[in-house]
């Protein structure tokens, strides 16, 4: 898969570079960072389609209920990286997120994975349906693919 085909399966990426700190003593990105690149990307997919905004005026959010990662290819030093993501599917209350990290240097998907996001209504404590506007924010976001 070349990097245009990434952006077309996960319309919404963010870029960056691979730090020299995040490797291990196995000279590779540990696997503890990919779930960082994850929560990048996530969290800016969250600012643009106002979720943050959201939240901090109504105490409605989002909260991680599960995640998972798999290594399709080491990753090291240096390189720069395309973090991709898309929603899978959307219930009433949660939300599937599908992760990837391209190397640009190995012109290739080096990880992917998978996320369920649960709406939280932090006043309560118990989970609440996703407000409407955000559904249309991700949806006009994630077929924009202007990212």
Not at 7 to 17: L, R, T, V
Not at 100 to 129: C, M, P, R, W
């Amino acid at each position: 898969m070349d990097k245009d085909n990434f952006k077309q399966i996960y319309p919404f990426h963010i870029k960056q570079d691979v730090i020299w700190g995040d490797m291990d003593a196995f000279k590779h990105v540990n696997n503890t960072v990919y779930f960082r690149y994850f929560e990048g990307v996530r969290m800016a997919l969250f600012e643009v389609t106002s979720v943050i905004s959201n939240m901090n005026a109504t105490q409605i959010g989002p909260i991680m209920a599960s995640i998972q990662c798999q290594f399709k290819a080491p990753l090291s030093f240096p390189d720069k990286i395309l973090i991709g993501t898309r929603i899978k599917e959307i219930g009433a209350k949660k939300f599937t997120m599908e992760y990837a990290v391209f190397s640009e240097l190995q012109n290739t998907i080096v990880s992917t994975g998978e996320g369920l996001i649960v709406f939280y209504d932090y006043k309560s404590g118990k989970s609440t349906e996703i407000p409407n506007n955000i559904r249309r924010n991700f949806n006009d976001t994630l077929n924009s693919r202007h990212h």
